[in-house]
């Protein structure tokens, strides 16, 4: 589900783990959506460092960091999350699952607290960190004589863009931006763009081929994965 707009379809872990425990949804998506939001944060700090040291794309992820912080700063609030929650319950369709939203925001406030967030951010930065290092041996593999700093930044930063863009794994907004990067540090664009081909297939379309296989291993073990329309507010 790596491919799916803004990873979303991630939400799809809820569903497995749903079918295996009967944990309401509700309770377990908050995971996904705290893994996003440290993803988010880990990249912002990565490639702001390389945005200030270069001068490149500062106010774009300033502005992507503001307005994540700003989400984080609302689910720790109790009292202006509450308030938001009663004004969607309003909704006459919102309002069936009054009870799911509550459950999902007290799973986001307990994974968004202090303590945890900085240990998931620091984690991500680990995980984007060696995609970063991937990225950096990739290019140097094809003689381009960058920092191991701007490379970071680059990869960080288009894969930010690409997230954004809201399209399927950021597909072309992505390839694109780290193209146009390389080839803005004067190098040829077929080496621009076989290293990025290079480090997204061993990235993205690598964490697909995972999955892939995972979903056989899962079916195998558990049985065949089946969808079921259910309504009722506790899901």
Not at 15 to 40: C, G, H, M, W
Not at 148 to 168: E, H
Request: charged fraction near 15%; include cysteine.
């Amino acid at each position: 589900m790596s491919i799916t707009p803004g990873k979303f379809g991630e939400l799809f872990k809820s569903y497995l783990v749903k079918q295996i425990n009967n944990e309401p949804i509700s309770k377990t998506a908050p995971i996904v959506f705290a893994e996003r939001i440290t993803d988010f944060l880990s990249l912002v700090i990565i490639s702001l460092i390389g945005a200030y040291i270069f001068d490149y794309g500062r106010e774009i992820t300033v502005i992507i960091g503001i307005v994540v912080i700003l989400g984080i700063i609302i689910i720790s609030n109790r009292s202006v999350a509450s308030l938001i929650i009663k004004v969607f319950s309003r909704n006459k369709f919102l309002g069936k699952h009054t009870k799911s939203i509550q459950t999902a925001y007290e799973s986001s406030y307990k994974l968004l607290a202090v303590v945890p967030l900085v240990k998931m951010t620091s984690l991500s930065i680990i995980s984007w960190g060696f995609e970063c290092v991937g990225y950096y041996l990739i290019l140097k593999s094809f003689s381009v004589e960058v920092s191991f700093v701007w490379a970071s930044f680059a990869y960080a930063f288009a894969t930010i863009v690409g997230a954004v863009s809201m399209l399927p794994g950021g597909l072309g907004v992505t390839e694109g931006s780290l193209s146009y990067l390389v080839i803005s540090q004067g190098y040829a664009k077929e080496i621009a763009f076989a290293s990025t081909f290079i480090v997204r297939v061993v990235t993205l379309w690598f964490a697909v081929f995972i999955g892939v296989i995972s979903v056989i291993i899962y079916q195998n073990k558990f049985g065949r994965i089946e969808f079921e329309l259910n309504t009722s507010s506790d899901q």
